[in-house]
Each structure stands twice: as structure tokens, then as C-alpha cells.
């Protein structure tokens, strides 16, 4: 009875910790993706030559950007 107390307590609290570095693992990957390949795949496509395309995705993200940091 005590070993089933310990094993539903343990996992209760190793499932909180596991979302917590979920959380925090999905809001790196936010973070490297916005900061790192963002730019090099904007400076990619105007490299190669589709800068027609590149403007208006770095319109569209900008005004995303621009609506984000005005709610919160």
C-alpha cells in the first residue's frame, strides 16, 4: 500500500516537472527559431534570387511581431 502511495506520488511529481521542461524546451526552440533561421532563410532567398517572395514574409512577420508585443 505504501510502495502504491510512493509510485502515484512520484509520478505526480516527475509529470509536473516533465511539462515544465516541456514548456520550457518549446519556448527555446520558439526563441532559436525567430532569432537564428528566420534571418538566414529571409538572407537565403534574396541570395538566391527571390527577394519578390522574401518581402512580403518579412511584411506579414512584421506585422505578426508588431500585433504580439502589443497584446501582451
Do not use: D, N, Q
Not at 510502495?3 to 509536473?16: D, H, P, Q
Not at 533561421?37 to 538572407?43: C, E, H, M, S, T
Not at 538566391?48 to 512577420?61: D, H, Q, R, T, W
Amino acid at each position: 500500500m505504501l510502495s502504491l502511495i510512493f509510485a502515484i506520488m512520484m509520478i505526480a511529481v516527475f509529470g509536473k516537472i516533465f511539462g515544465l521542461a516541456m514548456r520550457a524546451s518549446w519556448t527555446i526552440l520558439k526563441v532559436v527559431f525567430t532569432l537564428v533561421f528566420l534571418p538566414v532563410i529571409l538572407i537565403g532567398m534574396c541570395v538566391a534570387g527571390l527577394f519578390y517572395i522574401a518581402l512580403p514574409v518579412l511584411i506579414v512577420i512584421g506585422i505578426i511581431s508588431l500585433i504580439a508585443s502589443a497584446a501582451s
